[in-house]
């Protein structure tokens, strides 16, 4: 490996085996780590019938991987993180790639380099410095963010779950709100433990659902002067006329019934104004008292894709591809999952931001990125569109199949679309590590799951 000085006379360069086809992928989410793991195991490492043909290099700003998906299980406390993280380091060596810590704030696509941050501990110490990395053929996969449509407040009051850092921190301000209310010598507020969560989408609702049960289990493990029928109160805020607009109107009253026999305050045709630190301002002039307030609605790309050398963006700030994938500017660079923009033929709106979108496109840059290696000609992406699911944590799961065995759109409920929910999952996990140990894993922790508590309380 070779050190040397950017073009900005700053920074260092950093070369790996200048002899290699050198590949990076920058953002180890659903789709980037599934892509980098699969290139890994093709073309990363030599084997007794393959040499090793590219360097692959995952960029993250994290140090593991969560399921994207499962984030408002971390918020709600019904997950232990531990179980189920990735560490990018242990999976790069299994696998054939390499990972490189830090994150991108820059591109040079003239000397193509990739522009890596510096980096600092809690105590302000440096782990990495600023520096450069090379590529020849370059994949962003950095997802998405919330997008707060600039609505007052919602920076400074209300929590957003785009990492499980995010979510772990609304996990510890519930318990420790709970913990308060049970110790003070007051009588517990109105709006004490009341949480309102923007935003119906599959995320929000899903964590209305979640909170319901764990908040209970908290509350049951010696809370003893807290009321979870008095006390705690959910409510679910949307600008639309239904929840969970993207399924079908069917789906979308299924699950709002669920919720409202759970109590859960349900509101539709409400656009939020202001959030503040004692509550919620809709547009109507009703205000919701809470002291936690959850942002889940709507989606954009991450600030930086603003600064990559001129990468045509869309108004939603993500990397606008054409239908191989690749950047409409730049053939050497990729963009896929929540980061992409991409209308297929025939349609008018782009591919939503979804798992099995990501987990789509991972599969097919894995063929495209070899054909490309071997001269070959890249082919169009196609995707297909499986429906979608939401589950309401152990109260029930509901969603749609599309095309899915018939033909046709199926709707289906309870325990067959748990059942399809929690498949999603293990396809993602056995993309990452094989049959086997997925099997065991799920073995391991059904296992342990009896002997610890179904909610977290630290």
């Not at 997008?147 to 785009?162: E, P, R, S």
């Not at 807290?226 to 993207?246: Q, S």
């Not at 656009?271 to 809709?282: A, P």
Request: a neutral charge; hydrophobic letters at 40%.
């Amino acid at each position: 490996m070779v050190a040397d000085v950017s073009a900005s006379g700053s920074a260092p360069l950093v070369i790996p085996r200048p002899d290699l086809h050198h590949i990076i992928v920058v953002g180890g989410g659903a789709g980037g780590l599934e892509l980098a793991t699969a290139l890994g195991d093709k073309l990363g490492r030599d084997t007794w019938f393959r040499k090793k043909r590219a360097a692959i290099t995952l960029v993250d700003r994290s140090r593991t991987h969560i399921w994207k998906p499962l984030l408002h299980e971390i918020a709600a406390g019904s997950m232990d993180v531990d179980r189920h993280e990735v560490e990018y380091m242990a999976q790069g060596h299994w696998h054939g790639f390499k990972y490189r810590y830090g994150e991108m704030i820059g591109l040079d696509r003239a000397k193509k380099l990739v522009h890596l941050a510096r980096t600092v501990d809690e105590d302000g110490r440096e782990v990495t410095p600023d520096r450069w990395l090379p590529y020849d053929t370059l994949v962003i996969a950095v997802g998405s963010v919330s997008n707060d449509f600039g609505v007052t407040g919602v920076k400074q009051h209300a929590l957003m779950l785009d990492t499980p850092e995010q979510a772990e921190r609304f996990n510890r301000r519930l318990i420790n709100a709970c913990v308060r209310a049970n110790t003070q010598a007051t009588p517990i507020r109105p709006e004490q433990l009341h949480v309102s969560i923007i935003g119906a989408g599959a995320t929000g609702t899903e964590l209305s659902a979640e909170l319901h049960g764990t908040a209970r289990g908290v509350v049951a493990f010696g809370l003893d002067k807290i009321n979870p029928e008095k006390d705690i109160k959910i409510t679910l805020i949307e600008a639309a006329d239904r929840i969970v607009p993207a399924l079908p109107p069917r789906i979308s009253q299924a699950t709002k019934d669920i919720l409202t026999n759970l109590n859960v305050d349900v509101r539709t045709n409400a656009r939020v104004t202001e959030v503040t630190d004692t509550g919620v301002k809709l547009a109507s002039g009703d205000f919701i008292p809470s002291e936690l307030v959850v942002w889940a609605a709507g989606v954009k790309g991450p600030d930086v894709l603003k600064n990559l050398d001129g990468l045509e963006i869309s108004r939603s700030t993500q990397l606008v591809v054409k239908q191989t994938l690749e950047t409409t500017l730049d053939p050497d660079i990729f963009a896929m999952g929540d980061c992409a923009y991409l209308v297929p033929p025939g349609e008018t709106l782009p591919i939503a931001p979804r798992a099995q979108a990501a987990h789509q496109e991972a599969s097919h840059l894995v063929k495209q990125i070899v054909a490309r290696l071997n001269g070959q000609p890249l082919k169009p992406f196609k995707y297909r569109d499986f429906g979608s699911l939401v589950s309401l944590g152990h109260y029930s799961t509901v969603g749609s199949l599309m095309g899915f065995v018939t033909g046709r759109n199926m709707l289906i409920e309870g325990f067959v679309a748990k059942l399809m929910y929690r498949s999603l999952y293990k396809m993602h996990e056995t993309a990452l590590h094989g049959y086997w140990k997925v099997a065991l894993d799920s073995v391991s922790r059904l296992l342990t799951r009896r002997t610890e508590p179904h909610v977290k309380l630290h």
